[in-house]
């Protein structure tokens, strides 16, 4: 008789000095109690622990970089699986490839390849896990130029819900690999690494255009009919904070001059004044730097890495984020519906963001990973951000308001930018690729071990099958079985 398996790793219990640390989520909104916390040292640490788990009954989630934005990665009286200790970058400069642990945060991901010269399309916040983006899809500043963060993904090692280590690529388990290009985090077992191919991309050219607030609709209709359209070279990001803000912005970067750059976005710097005596744009500038420099400037770090200081793992303040795409430009009707919510808004600190897809990220057919929004023009994410909690309930109201007035504007959301308020979510999040990777979930996680609220069923809605019995945690409904 087999002994009973047991815990290895770091773990660490409620009581233990590190527990509050352990416990915490990335979003300061979240506040969940785990049984047990384990920091997995390698992939056999991970495959005890799905053993600890299954022999007990006890639920269980993978956690990377604690990024989600509803804390799913995190739960009340379970196991949270942490991977964060496993986060070396080995890179094979002749072959083009970086083997990812699969706990690294983007910086280091990052800051490692940078000192080669190479890089990945990956997103801009320092602090973000590998794990969660990648499997998410993974949007940047560098995904017109070179798709997204899944579209460079090789091959993955994963412990599966038998405990097994396996490895999906182009040879084994192609259909794994095939829904972790985008299917989403927690959904298929627990990635102990991930092969990237890796980009050559020594030096980037930037921009900065910030404009009033009161030039919102002529702005918006330049960037629409010019960002995603744009040379493939170039990817920007427009944010438009709420009135009382008081400011539009745009950001962006090309693979290429600072000369090129200036005359690519003339379309942006000849956008006629809206408000008679106005400004148009208020600031530009313009930089040609390493990329490294690059990436501490948009995540916010500043352009020396010597400076570099990122709190890893820190609950940071409280947010409500959502998201959708847009698949034709606004109309005028569309335009003046974010304009009025965004003057609606309750603080200045809500949002709405709008990146640029197209060039590499559409070339992609929709069903060639598990990522289905490759024709959207652009995604939009609905941001608030506060402190006292007090400010809540209106902060959350505000996202979800905005979401639904662009609904007739949109369609979908990003996965990876998760909300729970989202009634359709297998569709939204997947589209046509729904039964394919609920396929997939039969056939590596037939039990539905992984599982949280908007976890990938065995059966996709509409089949006979209901999902396996148990609780699926908190925040569970019965969306699930919605068609
Ligand atoms: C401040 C901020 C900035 C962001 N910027 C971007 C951006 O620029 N571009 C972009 O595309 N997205 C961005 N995101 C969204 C981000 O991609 C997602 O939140 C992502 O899921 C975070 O991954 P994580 O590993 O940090 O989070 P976690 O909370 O650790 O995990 C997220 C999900 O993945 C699962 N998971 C974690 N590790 C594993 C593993 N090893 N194996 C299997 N499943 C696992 C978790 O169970 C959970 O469901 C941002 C988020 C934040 C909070």
Request: net charge negative; with cysteine; hydrophobic share 40%.
């Amino acid at each position: 008789m087999s002994a009973a398996p047991q815990l290895t790793g770091r773990v660490v219990l409620p009581g233990d000095p590190g527990y509050g640390d352990a416990r915490e989520a990335y979003n300061a909104r979240v506040s969940r109690s785990p049984r047990v916390v384990v920091f997995c040292q390698d992939a056999g640490d991970v495959a005890n622990a799905v053993r600890w788990a299954t022999a007990r009954g006890v639920e269980l989630r993978a956690r990377s970089g604690r990024h989600c934005y509803e804390g799913f990665s995190v739960i009340d009286a379970g196991l949270v699986i942490d991977v964060s200790d496993l986060h070396s970058v080995r890179i094979d400069r002749e072959r083009g490839v970086a083997v990812v642990g699969a706990g690294a945060d983007l910086l280091t991901v990052y800051d490692a390849l940078g000192q080669v010269g190479v890089t990945l399309p990956a997103g801009s916040c320092p602090t973000v896990g590998i794990a969660g983006l990648t499997l998410g899809g993974g949007f940047g500043l560098l995904s017109r130029a070179l798709g997204l963060t899944c579209d460079s993904l090789l091959a993955v090692e994963m412990v599966t819900a038998d405990g097994e280590v396996i490895r999906a690529d182009d040879k084994e388990n192609q259909d794994l690999l095939w829904a972790c290009q985008g299917g989403g985090g927690g959904n298929f077992g627990v990635v102990t690494s991930f092969t990237f191919k890796t980009h050559h991309v020594p030096e980037v050219s930037i921009f900065s255009i910030s404009w009033p607030w009161a030039e919102l609709p002529g702005v918006l209709q330049a960037w629409q009919a010019f960002a995603p359209f744009a040379d493939e070279r170039l990817t920007s990001l427009l944010t438009l904070k709420a009135e009382s803000a008081g400011g539009i912005s745009c950001v962006g970067q090309l693979l290429g001059t600072g000369e090129e750059l200036r005359r690519l976005i003339q379309p942006l710097l000849s956008v006629q004044a809206a408000v008679p005596f106005s400004v148009s744009p208020s600031s530009v500038s313009i930089e040609t730097l390493p990329h490294l420099r690059a990436v501490g400037q948009f995540g916010g770090l500043g352009s020396d890495p010597e400076q570099w200081t990122v709190h890893q793992h820190q609950a940071q303040e409280r947010f409500k984020n959502s998201s959708a795409y847009a698949y034709e430009r606004f109309d005028a009707g569309a335009i003046a519906t974010l304009a009025a919510e965004l003057s609606r808004a309750p603080s200045s600190r809500c949002l709405v963001q709008l990146d640029a897809y197209g060039g590499a990220v559409g070339r992609v057919a929709p069903d060639a990973t598990a990522f289905p929004h490759r024709r959207a023009l652009w995604s939009l994410q609905y941001q608030a951000y506060w402190n006292a909690p007090a400010q809540e309930a209106e902060s959350v109201a505000w996202v979800e308001r905005v979401r639904r007035s662009m609904l007739p504007y949109t369609r979908g959301a990003y996965i990876n930018y998760i909300d729970a308020n989202i009634e359709d979510w297998l569709t939204a999040y997947y589209g046509p690729n729904v039964a394919r990777l609920a396929a997939v979930k039969a056939k590596y996680d037939p039990r539905e071990l992984f599982r949280f609220p908007r976890s990938i069923p065995r059966a996709p809605p509409g089949a006979a099958e209901a999902p396996a019995g148990g609780a699926r945690g908190e925040g569970a409904t019965d969306e699930r079985a919605a068609p």
